[in-house]
């Protein structure tokens, strides 16, 4: 059964009406990341088609499964630790490649997995192709074909998860969905490999290739950042270098340095803040109280993550601490008196987080 099948489809844009679905999600039942994923893009208005194997009424039949894939303009690829352990997922996986390879509509997810796993079925994966080849003795070229399909998924541009917030991976993806069926770009136009410019604008995707050699490593990077959060990061990293030179820079005989100094990690703390509430509303978040805590944490279906990265965390409480000294430092030489304080890596500190919060985010394998 289909969890959608309530849901009215959407028509984006007059070429839409080519297409049942806009989205084919493809992923292992029970799949949490999965589920979060289906219900962001149900709220941005886009239909997804899943197969709902373990409903308790009647399952999809694998007829109605290809008829689904071939009228989806996209297809999400959850790759999970159980993925290929299920016959039916890979079968999804070899029609999804027969109807969508040819036209960049293809988008994986590697969700806890080691990408070079899942492209030399190593692991996990082997442990599952070793029963799938024990099971279907009879028909090895069907397991082989499998082992193709992996293979040749992991040429695709994507997203991981690991070491990565689940909530921020989903938003990338409905944000790339999203463009991707408003884009004006005809579904049956296909996007040109070489036209590596074009498609990292169209996927909002860092990638050298679309489709590569099988007999080379491959790469899946993750989204860069927006341009509004790099734009956060720039001018945090101005000001606060600005303060800290302002800073060494005073002394008693120099007190107005020490006011610049000042000055600029305030405006750095407030525009650490005003990031902070930018990315707050974008993403919804509401204070509630988590055991004994007090906090922000994401919407439904993710009320209990908190909102926020380690580094982003540490990154304010360092632009905090640096106030306090400027303004210490300040009214010490305001006074013609020595400040206390001699040397602050707090400046340091500060950025090493606020750069973390942005680069962690460029994970490949």
Not at 329 to 352: G, N, V
Request: hydrophobic fraction near 40%; charge should be neutral.
């Amino acid at each position: 059964m289909v969890l959608n099948k309530h849901i009215p489809l959407r028509i984006s844009i007059p070429f839409n009406s080519l297409w049942a679905c806009d989205v084919f999600l493809s992923c292992e039942h029970e799949d949490i990341f999965s589920d979060h994923l289906y219900y962001k893009l149900q709220s941005r208005g886009i239909s997804i088609f899943q197969d709902d194997q373990g409903s308790l009424q009647r399952s999809t039949t694998p007829l109605e499964l290809f008829g689904a894939i071939e009228e989806s303009r996209f297809a999400v690829i959850v790759l999970s630790q159980n993925y290929a352990s299920s016959p039916r997922r890979l079968n999804e996986l070899l029609k999804i490649l027969e109807c969508m390879k040819d036209r960049n509509r293809i988008l994986p997810v590697f969700r806890d997995v080691n990408l070079l796993d899942v492209q030399k079925q190593k692991g996990i994966f082997e442990r599952a192709f070793d029963k799938h080849e024990e099971r279907f003795q009879d028909d090895l070229e069907k397991v082989q074909a499998w082992r193709d399909a992996l293979t040749k998924v992991c040429n695709f541009a994507g997203w991981t998860t690991n070491d990565r917030n689940e909530v921020q991976v989903i938003e990338e993806i409905t944000e790339a969905l999203w463009n991707k069926l408003h884009s004006r770009i005809s579904p049956t136009e296909k996007l040109q490999p070489t036209s590596t410019h074009n498609l990292v604008a169209f996927t909002s995707v860092n990638v050298n290739e679309d489709y590569r050699d099988h007999n080379h490593p491959i790469h899946i990077t993750d989204m860069t950042p927006s341009s509004v959060e790099w734009n956060f990061l720039i001018t945090n990293l101005g000001l606060e270098i600005l303060s800290a030179a302002f800073d060494q820079a005073s002394s008693s005989s120099k007190p107005h340095y020490a006011l610049f100094g000042m000055l600029f990690s305030i405006a750095a703390l407030f525009t650490c803040i005003w990031e902070l509430i930018y990315k707050g509303i974008k993403n919804r978040v509401a204070l509630k109280k988590f055991g004994k805590l007090w906090w922000f944490y994401y919407p439904h279906p993710h009320n209990s993550m908190p909102f926020g990265t380690l580094p982003e965390i540490y990154g304010l409480i360092g632009s905090i601490a640096q106030c306090i000294c400027s303004i210490t430092q300040y009214i010490y030489f305001s006074w013609h008196a020595d400040s206390p304080i001699k040397l602050s890596l707090l400046p340091a500190i500060f950025l090493f987080c606020l750069a973390g919060s942005r680069l962690n985010r460029n994970q490949n394998h």
